[in-house]
């Protein structure tokens, strides 16, 4: 929109600033003051997203430091991350008291230009982040999966991959912010200037960072399930697969709506469907790049160990529980034992640990008074005592009948 202001009135100049930012649809009138948005979603899915991401990231700086491990470059390069990622969250939130999800119309064109000045620096920030995270992802798997001073395939396409990444956003930051002259034009639809069409880079943007990621998630497949692991770390890997295949689901549907938006006259409603879409997007990169280390993480702190005494603890309850049912039935426990039904009393056997214990229903223990042997205690009780002797000997040289055969242990008279 460009308008002479020099030619207006201050009564026209007063009623064009205050007029819509965009004409209605028909039977539609502006709501100013009070307009419909889906702010509420938006918010509960930005603050999600950020509070999970942020948890990934302080998983992996925690578990990095508790270890005392020598810090990687893709360990600096993941801070660095996070804090673009922080950045570029906060220039949304800003959005909060302006709203969500606003059609353009309901805004007065006075105001409009904050509004696109948010989404003009959030682009860039953005760019930035994701630029920056999918390097940290190849950077960080190239010190897991190849060794130092290894030129094999995964190292060759990674370095091209983050060729890519780094050289593609990098002109695109640089070409978005040389679109419109003046710059201002950018964000300020009232500013007199000239603008080219920036709808093929808005695409192009979208298609390469689709791709990226679908490259990202399939190159290390041939190594990963070439590998020999157990169960939990296939199961780890899988993790990561499924936060990769969210990350390129999350791309696809960027690229998507972002053509729908290439295309929309709307402008504040569309972008915010966008925003959505990259949010999401962004988040799973910075999930994927956290979470190899989350497994090192969890055993720093503890969690190992507490999983750990929860079975014991669930074993052991399920045995107290077991054993109330025993009295006056017939119970099987396990093959080790024989059938025992009411109280019953241990026959000191041989100390021969491969033959089984034979329980006599009636009987008493002979070492403890004769008391009765109590069934319901028959998972802790005492069933067998082993006694073990040693004995030593002392050497005595002149029992060997052999004489020594070296000078140096000749017995001395």
């Known amino acids: 929109m460009s308008i002479d202001f020099s030619s207006l009135s201050a009564e026209e100049l007063e009623a064009v600033l205050n007029g819509p930012a ?17 702010s509420a979603m938006a918010n509960g899915i930005y603050g999600f997203c950020f509070a999970l991401g942020s948890l990934f990231v302080f998983a992996r700086a925690y578990g990095l430091w508790r270890s005392s491990k020598r810090a990687h ?54 760019a930035a982040t994701i630029m920056l995270i999918k390097a940290t992802i190849l950077v960080d798997w190239l010190h897991i999966f190849v060794p130092v001073g290894t030129r094999n395939y995964f190292w060759w396409i990674s370095i091209f991959l983050i060729s890519v990444d780094l050289l593609f956003y990098s002109a695109a930051i640089i070409a978005i912010n040389l679109t419109c002259k003046p710059h201002a034009k ?60 969210m990350a390129c689901f999350a791309a696809g549907f960027r690229l998507a709506v972002t053509i729908s938006y290439s295309k929309a006259e709307d402008l504040t409603y569309s972008f915010c469907t966008v925003g959505i879409w990259v949010v ?3 988040t799973c990169g910075l999930i994927v790049l956290c979470t190899p ?18 079975k014991s603890w669930s074993r052991l309850t399920t045995t107290k529980r077991s054993n109330t049912k025993i009295s006056n039935q017939d119970s099987r426990i396990s093959n080790r034992y024989n059938e025992i039904s009411g109280s ?68 001395v008279e």
């Open 22 to 38: 965009l004409t209605p649809p028909s039977g539609v009138t502006p709501n100013f003051d009070n307009p419909p948005n889906r």
């Open 186 to 245: 950018l964000y300020d639809p009232l500013v007199e200037g000239t603008c080219s069409d920036s709808r093929a880079i808005d695409i192009a943007s979208s298609v390469i960072n689709f791709l990226i990621d679908l490259a990202i998630l399939i190159l290390p497949q041939r190594v990963i399930w070439g590998l020999r692991m157990s169960f939990q770390k296939r199961l780890g890997v899988s993790a990561v697969f499924v936060v990769g295949f």
């Open 280 to 282: 999401v997007e962004t």
């Open 73 to 126: 470059i893709s360990d600096y390069m993941t801070l660095v991350s996070y804090g673009l990622y922080a950045g570029f969250m906060a220039v949304i939130l800003c959005q909060v008291h302006i709203g969500y999800f606003v059609h353009q119309w309901d805004f007065r064109i006075k105001d409009v230009s904050k509004l696109f000045y948010l989404f003009h620096v959030a682009t860039n920030v953005w």
């Open 344 to 411: 019953c009393t241990v026959k000191p056997q041989s100390s021969d640990s491969q033959k089984p214990l034979e329980l006599h229903p009636g009987s008493r223990y002979p070492d403890h008074g004769g008391a009765p042997f109590d069934a319901d205690l028959s998972d802790t009780a005492i069933l067998r005592t082993t006694h073990v002797g040693v004995t030593t000997e002392d050497y005595d040289p002149d029992s060997i009948p052999m004489s020594p055969q070296h000078p140096w242990n000749q017995r």
């Open 293 to 310: 280390a989350i497994p090192l993480a969890l055993h720093e702190m503890g969690i190992q160990n507490l999983v750990a005494i929860t």
